[in-house]
């Protein structure tokens, strides 16, 4: 296996060398592909990276890189943004996507030709970027800080007196300052330097693991963070075994057989704790690197469940992030044990569990997501009034109905597009958004601003959807009168801040029109919205009174259209 050359070794790195490293890129880009191409092609700005890193970076600059966010110092997610929106506020999703994939691919590579003890090289980070949950984690700035927790592990796990002191130094400071996983590390930085004590480097490293945790001790001290107690009670326990054991290799079977599921999940979870114990009796020549990974496996499960309800959790509807570590070291302890067995039953078992797991990735594999016209809103954002405060949607959870709202100033939507180097070449016709905000629909009562029948002003459709749906105190109007193919327009009169319910679960030919508006002010797309959803009219650009012009020409199957309008 090769290692990485420490720096300032002098001499070129021979060709060989090259093309392996360019192979591993290839290998891990084609995994990410395949993890989260929509970010790719269609990138996107989620969760905290827009919320609050973007905010922070707005309000206080650079100095914002050192904060904590929900308890933790995120110093790589916050540098990536800070870098990308130096860049350009327009073209910053997909420049903070590329840069966040450039350090995935990166930190991978890493993995692959360090001089680890563990034996896989690059199955290690192979089985890292095939983990059986959803790609949660995968492909966006603010969670790269997941993959540099791989690199603290990756350094404790360093072959004694294996060189590259600074390179194994440098993981430990980004990954220690990004990732909370350090303080999970720390006791066996410290271990390595108390068996090898005579050796610097490894004192080294231990100081610098130190310092780095305790720097995320007292970010999360500083944050007042809460932890759960789920895991700290024996069904706590008992819930944990069966969740992240058996997910990891028939999580699939278990989604697709929900009646079997508590069964098929305890019976891998045994299985593959017996694998282990076994392992762990029969390999005694590498007993503390079992027994380290094991210590991982479990402090990982511990720090999931200290973060969130672990009866909840999911490796692909509720918290698939909080099974990414548990997952990772649940695959390299099966991969050593694979390599490193002295029976034949137990190699081939380990490798035949890691074999399913990568099978259980596929129906995980990758997830879409709305596109929520970050150029088109930043765009907005500059036209409003310096003290006027412009929503610019985030992603959540990949639907634009539940997306969370960046509230920014036209003053400082101005100040990003000064500084926007590539603004020019942003194309002219993204300005374009709809003239409404989607949301979930509200609970039952909450109705204040949704608009009433009384606002048809000429209904084309002369129909309902398909279900014939009744919601008390709405009356529902649709185009379906007797199949999909039903087309026709429906016109309604509203003012700036009215509300409608909407649906259409193929909007391909169905289209908004705003009269009364600016030419070519909004665009005409309406969203696929199989499920009710709230079309929020309150565009600051939208005048006082309007009509709206729901057209709907679709005749494709699933084409149809409806609105629900207060029965008032």
């Given at each position: 296996m090769s290692s990485v050359p420490a720096p300032g070794v002098a001499g070129r790195i021979d060709r060989s060398t090259v093309l392996k490293l360019l192979s591993y890129a290839l290998i891990f880009f084609l995994i990410l592909y395949a993890r989260r191409s929509a970010q790719l092609l269609h990138p996107q700005v989620w969760d905290e990276d827009g919320l609050v890193i973007m905010r922070d970076l707005i309000q206080a600059g650079p100095a914002s890189i050192l904060w904590p966010l929900n308890g933790y110092l995120l110093v790589i997610p916050r540098t990536i943004t800070f870098l990308a929106l130096s860049v350009s506020v327009s073209y910053y999703p997909l420049i903070s996507t590329l840069l966040a994939w450039a350090f995935t691919i990166a930190a991978l590579i890493a993995i692959s030709v360090s001089p680890l003890a563990l034996r896989g090289g690059v199955l290690l980070a192979i089985a890292a970027g095939l983990v059986p949950s959803d790609p949660e984690v995968f492909g966006l700035p603010l969670y790269t800080f997941w993959w540099a927790g791989l690199l603290i592990v990756a350094a404790a796990f360093w072959r004694p007196q294996g060189g590259a002191t600074a390179w194994r130094v440098a993981f430990v400071v980004g990954g220690g300052l990004?990732?909370?996983?350090?303080?999970?590390?720390?006791?066996?930085?410290?271990?390595?330097?108390?068996?090898?004590?005579?050796?610097?480097?490894?004192?080294?490293?231990?100081?610098?693991?130190?310092?780095?945790?305790?720097?995320?001790?007292?970010?999360?001290?500083?944050?007042?963070?809460?932890?759960?107690?789920?895991?700290?009670s024996t069904s706590g326990l008992l819930a944990a075994l069966p969740m992240f054991f058996g997910n990891y290799v028939a999580g699939s079977v278990v989604r697709a057989q929900p009646q079997f599921a508590t069964v098929i999940e305890w019976v891998v979870a045994v299985a593959t704790l017996a694998l282990i114990a076994v392992a762990l009796r029969t390999g005694r020549r590498h007993i503390a690197m079992l027994a380290a990974l094991l210590?991982?496996?479990?402090?990982?499960?511990?720090?999931?469940?200290?973060?969130?309800?672990?009866?909840?959790?999911?490796?692909?509807?509720?918290?698939?992030?909080?099974?990414?570590?548990?997952?990772?070291?649940?695959?390299?302890?099966?991969?050593?044990?694979?390599?490193?067995?002295?029976e034949r039953f137990v190699r081939w078992t380990a490798a035949a569990f890691v074999g399913l797991a990568v099978l259980n990735a596929i129906p995980a594999l990758s997830r879409p997501h709305d596109d929520l016209r970050w150029l088109a809103n930043v765009r907005n954002c500059a036209q409003v009034g310096d003290t006027e405060v412009y929503g610019v949607p985030i992603e959540f959870d990949g639907r634009a109905a539940s997306a969370w709202v960046l509230q920014l100033s036209g003053a400082h939507c101005r100040i990003l597009a000064a500084r926007d180097l590539l603004a020019r070449f942003a194309p002219a016709d993204a300005a374009l958004v709809p003239p409404f905000v989607m949301h979930d629909p509200p609970p039952p009562g909450a109705y204040a601003s949704f608009a009433s029948v009384r606002a048809v002003v000429s209904n084309g459709w002369n129909g309902t959807d398909v279900q014939h749906s009744l919601l008390p105190g709405f009356v529902v109007i649709g185009s379906y009168r007797s199949g999909d193919a039903d087309t026709g327009a429906l016109k309604l009169r509203l003012h700036r801040g009215d509300r409608i319910l909407y649906r259409s679960p193929v909007a391909h030919r169905q289209r908004i029109i705003v009269e009364g508006a600016a030419p070519a002010r909004f665009d005409t797309v309406l969203p696929n919205a199989p499920d009710w959803v709230v079309l929020d009219f309150s565009n600051r650009r939208l005048p006082n009174d309007f009509i709206v012009l729901l057209e709907d020409e679709g005749t494709g199957p699933g084409e149809w259209s409806a609105v629900a309008l207060l029965n008032a």
């Open positions: 990004s990732s909370p996983i350090v303080l999970l590390a720390l006791p066996l930085f410290l271990c390595r330097a108390a068996m090898w004590r005579k050796d610097v480097a490894e004192r080294i490293v231990a100081i610098v693991a130190t310092v780095c945790a305790i720097a995320q001790i007292a970010a999360l001290v500083q944050s007042h963070v809460v932890a759960q107690q789920s895991l700290l210590y991982l496996l479990f402090g990982s499960i511990a720090l999931s469940a200290a973060r969130a309800p672990i009866l909840i959790l999911d490796p692909v509807t509720t918290g698939p992030r909080y099974f990414f570590y548990p997952f990772v070291f649940e695959a390299w302890l099966l991969l050593q044990i694979a390599f490193l067995a002295r």
